[in-house]
């Protein structure tokens, strides 16, 4: 009977997981162009030339002001919910707030924030407004701050959803604890540091997991924002345009390999840091 239940979706699980997978590792050893109906072996190759041409991995440092925003994303998560597990007025109301962007898609986000990063658009009319109009900038158009712009959205999109998770954990904490810690002295410093960021710790790892995955696959925004320019190609991207635009579809898959293995292996690593004692037994 629970082979039954599952049939289903293991039959999902397989068509649209691992047949894929399968596929895009095969296409990987090969030069196929994505029309030809032959594909020609070419064994590793495709793998040689990505770590031989710079240009097609040095897209990888773009991932790492989205990695920084991740540090960001998970402090405030945490913050937030530390806030809002607590008697706080409006809580679920600024729960709803804060978990709202996760729900929007990723397209609706990209034209809000053209908007508003661009020449007199809202950023710069609320720092007029706040007297600080001497910070505006080209947001979108200095290659030293677009990154970091649009770091900025993805950071604004998903801390919603690592909140949610933290106050789920924190709430799991047993409130014992919390009152006798209380009773002893320990201040809200305390608390936070000696329950809250132990008794999270599991959550931190998965938060963690999530964002980092979601900054190294990062498309959406800045394809839609920018299409890529001006030094804002991300790796999906590259690998994109390598697919549909040079028609190297074997290529492409290679490069859709490596950042799979890159996060397996940052998976592998967190889960090594964030191990506690119910692992260890």
Do not use: C
């Amino acid at each position: 009977m629970p082979w039954l239940y599952l049939l289903i979706p293991l039959a999902f699980l397989i068509v649209f997981t691992y047949v894929p997978l399968g596929n895009l590792l095969y296409y990987s050893v090969t030069s196929w162009d994505g029309l030809d109906p032959d594909k020609p072996f070419v064994g590793l190759a495709n793998y040689v030339e990505i770590f031989t041409q710079p240009q097609l991995f040095e897209v990888f440092g773009v991932s790492l002001y989205y990695l920084a925003a991740t540090v960001a994303q998970v402090f405030l998560a945490l913050l937030f919910a530390t806030l809002l597990s607590f008697n706080l007025r409006l809580r679920n109301l600024f729960k709803a707030i804060l978990f709202f962007p996760n729900l929007i898609n990723g397209v609706a986000i990209a034209f809000a924030f053209l908007f508003f990063f661009r020449p007199g658009g809202t950023l710069d009319i609320t720092l007029q407004f706040l007297g600080l109009g001497g910070l505006s900038k080209q947001w979108l158009g200095d290659p030293a701050v677009v990154n970091w712009s649009l770091a900025g959205v993805q950071v604004w999109r998903y801390v919603g959803l690592g909140t949610i998770l933290f106050i789920g954990a924190i709430q799991a904490i047993d409130s014992q604890i919390f009152e006798a810690a209380e009773l002893d002295g320990a201040n809200a410093w305390h608390r936070f540091r000696y329950i809250i960021v132990p008794g999270v710790r599991r959550i931190t790892g998965l938060v963690a997991i999530l964002s980092i995955s979601a900054s190294l696959s990062v498309f959406e925004i800045p394809w839609i924002m920018l299409g890529g320019a001006n030094g804002t190609s991300t790796f999906v991207i590259q690998a994109y345009r390598t697919a549909f635009v040079d028609g190297k579809v074997g290529l492409a898959s290679a490069l859709a390999v490596v950042l799979l293995l890159i996060v397996v292996a940052i998976a592998l690593i967190q889960r090594r840091l964030f191990k506690d004692e119910v692992d260890l037994v």
